[in-house]
């Protein structure tokens, strides 16, 4: 059984930081593009970065570009997201999902707030 659990969310002021983890199941997740998407209430998905399978190969989405880092553990079967210099238009669910060719799996969501 396919599984995908995000953790790590939370509320936290502007200009601080989060690290979120997607820990992965049931798949050969070292074959699988590991991605970070969210989405804020009212507004459509945004893929917020994607990392290849064997960690070489890494995109951003352009609004957290220089803040956010994607990183993956093909040993631990876990992609990490660690989330810098937080600003309120970062609050959204954030979702893990795993890519193969047209196959892809999607976790539930944790929720980021960003406020003072």
């Known amino acids: 059984q396919v599984q995908l659990v995000e953790s790590g969310g939370g509320l936290v002021q502007p200009g601080g930081s989060l690290r979120l983890s997607c820990a992965a199941s049931?798949?050969?997740?070292?074959?699988?593009?590991m991605h970070w998407y969210r989405q804020a209430p009212g507004e459509e998905r945004e893929l917020v970065a994607v990392?290849?399978?064997?960690?070489?190969?890494?995109n951003y989405a352009d609004s957290v570009k220089g803040r956010f880092t994607i990183s993956r553990d093909n040993v631990k079967n876990t992609t990490d997201l660690q989330m810098n210099g937080l600003k309120p238009e970062d609050t959204a669910q954030y979702l893990c999902?795993?890519?193969?060719?047209?196959?892809?799996?999607w976790g539930r969501g944790t929720q980021v707030t960003v406020s003072s």
């Open positions: 049931g798949f050969t997740f070292n074959l699988h593009y």
């Open positions: 990392i290849s399978p064997s960690g070489s190969a890494i």
């Open positions: 999902s795993a890519r193969r060719g047209n196959t892809k799996y």
